[in-house]
């Protein structure tokens, strides 16, 4: 079951401001990014569950944070049905993300207190997510929208949290515009996770991007 409160989740995705993504069905490669991913001083990543028993990479994930990465969050995501979402939980996930907003999913992560965040792309599908309790809206595909609507967004709504994912890049200009737009943290999936010219991750790149990433989002910040 999860570790952390939905509160501690939502704190630490408010204070480091960076949720990578990856998935992969090697379980010693998913340990090693995770890992590189660590060094760099993320605190949170989604597992995006795409795959085959990608339910045995990740329990056999959870367990090795838990014993050798103090304070990695793990949460899962492209999680697209309650049933999903209480297996994950059940097997450690701190936070679900999903790709739309599903009231199903909303309803048993509420009861368990778990953090969720609902793929949203209108005003309407925000709010009536916040009123289902999400706490942090997920804008995807973050690039069609971009920062300038959710400068909009929080106009009328200065009290909604937003996390774009899909289109957010590890470059001082593109994360500068999300945050001064508004953005509580942003989600970075392959251009944060590289490999190199071989097709493996290159994990010292990988950990300097997200090193980079967090001290320009701090500067964004403050």
């Not at 409160?5 to 939502?10: C, I, K, L």
């Not at 991913?37 to 090795?64: I, M, S, W």
Request: contains cysteine.
């Amino acid at each position: 079951m999860a570790q952390y409160s939905r509160t501690e989740v939502a704190q630490v995705m408010k204070q480091t401001g960076l949720v990578p993504l990856f998935y992969h069905p090697d379980r010693e490669t998913c340990k090693q990014v995770v890992a590189a991913c660590y060094k760099g001083g993320a605190r949170l990543l989604e597992f995006t569950a795409r795959g085959d028993f990608a339910h045995e990479v990740f329990a056999e994930l959870v367990k090795y944070v838990k014993d050798e990465l103090p304070g990695m969050i793990l949460g899962v995501g492209s999680v697209t049905d309650a049933a999903s979402a209480s297996y994950y939980m059940s097997i450690g996930a701190n936070f679900v993300v999903t790709p739309v907003l599903r009231e199903d999913i909303a309803i048993v992560c509420n009861r368990r207190k778990v953090l969720w965040s609902a793929g949203c792309g209108t005003l309407t599908e925000i709010a009536r997510a916040e009123e289902l309790g999400c706490e942090i809206v997920k804008l995807f595909p973050g690039d069609v929208y971009g920062p300038e609507f959710v400068k909009a967004v929080k106009g009328p709504q200065p009290w909604t949290s937003i996390m774009p994912t899909g289109g957010v890049s590890p470059n001082e200009e593109n994360i500068i515009a999300w945050f001064k737009a508004g953005v509580t943290c942003v989600g970075m999936g392959s251009k944060l996770i590289k490999k190199n010219g071989n097709g493996d991750y290159d994990l010292a790149e990988i950990t300097r991007l997200v090193t980079m990433s967090m001290a320009i989002i701090q500067r964004a910040s403050e």
